[in-house]
Each structure stands twice: as structure tokens, then as C-alpha cells.
């Protein structure tokens, strides 16, 4: 089993609908979470650090579920820019490296 | 503005060539990381280091090397490269105490 895992997708939804897809991850002591964003053949690129009491930017909220061990992106009024594969990246407690997942691809139609 | 690049952005090689991608950030960052994506397997670590003249080895590191003589640059040596090292390489830099990574633009690397 993967440590952190992702549903690959892809997630094909309309302009202006709400998506949201979770990650899971396996070791119970992980510390710190982030979702980032990463366009075809770019760079991956921070989009959110996950708090443990969920936070908001924008159209974006991330959610934190220790109990269940997961993690979720929420995207509401979806734009056509949002087209893209978000990463699901955890850091493990007994060491500063992080373990990216796979990825969900997301695309948004007009 | 500060930042982080590589280069070359695209190479091809033959295989037994010794490859170097070079990677250089000017946020004056301790912590550099190289990471290869390949479809299926998303992204891994190949090589870290956490200040000059340390370096630590990843979950991919056979057939890679890496040495930190400065704070700026974390080159990336393929000693004899095969094909399975056919991948997009990208270079990676943090903070101390954050865990937030920023990362260059990538190496789109093909070994023939």
C-alpha cells in the first residue's frame, strides 16, 4: 500500500460546479499536509498548506481529518484555469522529508 | 526576484554517457531537493541536502550522485546513464523549520 494515495481521475466537471477529492495517507504520526497544483508538463507548484481546523483561500478549502486519516480539497465555482492534476503531499513525523501522491487529474469543461 | 532554475530544460543522451543537471536557487534556502516524475509513480526523492557539503540519499538514488559545495547550487551527476533514468527531473527548495517546497521548472531528460 502506498503511503499516500489519491484517486487518479480524471475528474471531468462543468465550468461554475463544485469538486472535491480526498487523499489518504497511512502513517497515523504524519505532521504536516499541503495540496499542491501541477499544470501539464510544469512544475509542481504549492497551492495550500492543510491546518488541522481546515482553511479557506478563495474558492479553495482544505480539510484534515487525523480520525479518518485524510485529507480533501474542495474547489467551488470551478474555472476553466482550475484544469490541472493537484498533488496530495505529506510530511512524516520522524523525518523533515515529504511523500507526494500520485495525483488527481482535474478537468474543468466549459 | 528570487528563484529557482535548471538547466539544461531538455536533454537527450546516449547510454554509458555521464550526464550533470544543474540546479541553482537564490533564496539562499539550506534544504535542495531533486525529485524524478515518471507516469505511474508520481514524484521521488533521488538525493537531499541539507546544508553545504551534506547530501543523503533517497528512495532512488542508484546511478545518481550529488554534492553541495555552495548555498546557491545542487548539481545532479547520472554516472553512466540507461534508459530507465528517461524521466523529468526537477529540482526542489525549502526552508529551514517550513515544509513548503518551491520547485524549478524541470529537466525533461531521454536517454537513447
Known amino acids: 500500500r502506498k503511503e499516500v494515495e489519491q484517486d487518479p481521475g480524471p475528474f471531468n466537471v462543468p465550468e461554475g460546479a463544485t469538486v472535491a477529492f480526498n487523499c489518504t495517507y497511512s502513517n497515523s504520526a504524519s505532521q504536516s499536509f499541503f495540496w499542491y497544483r501541477q499544470d501539464c508538463r510544469k512544475e509542481p507548484k504549492l497551492l495550500m498548506s492543510?491546518?488541522?481546523s481546515g482553511n479557506e483561500d478563495g474558492r479553495f478549502t482544505a480539510q484534515l481529518n487525523r480520525a479518518s486519516q485524510y485529507i480533501s480539497l474542495l474547489i467551488r465555482d470551478s474555472k476553466l484555469s482550475d484544469s490541472a492534476t493537484y498533488l496530495c503531499?505529506?510530511?512524516?513525523?520522524?523525518?523533515?522529508?515529504?511523500?507526494f501522491g500520485s495525483g488527481t487529474r482535474l478537468s474543468i469543461r466549459p | 526576484d528570487a528563484e529557482i532554475t535548471q538547466s539544461p530544460r531538455h536533454k537527450i543522451t546516449e547510454t554509458g554517457r555521464q550526464v550533470t543537471l544543474a540546479c541553482h536557487q537564490t533564496w539562499n534556502h539550506n534544504n535542495m531537493f531533486w525529485y524524478r516524475q515518471d507516469l505511474g509513480h508520481g514524484l521521488r526523492l533521488i538525493h537531499y541536502?541539507?546544508?553545504?557539503?551534506?547530501?543523503n540519499k533517497g528512495e532512488v538514488s542508484d546511478g545518481y550522485s550529488v554534492s553541495r559545495s555552495n548555498t546557491e547550487d545542487l548539481p545532479l551527476t547520472l554516472e553512466s546513464a540507461a534508459s530507465s533514468q528517461t524521466s523529468v527531473y526537477f529540482c526542489?527548495?525549502?526552508?529551514?523549520?517550513?515544509?513548503?517546497?518551491?520547485f524549478g521548472p524541470g529537466t525533461r531528460l531521454t536517454v537513447t
Open positions: 526542489a527548495s525549502r526552508q529551514d523549520q517550513r515544509y513548503e517546497q518551491y
Open positions: 492543510v491546518y488541522s
Open positions: 503531499v505529506v510530511r512524516r513525523s520522524s523525518a523533515s522529508k515529504i511523500i
Open positions: 541536502s541539507y546544508g553545504v557539503h551534506d547530501t
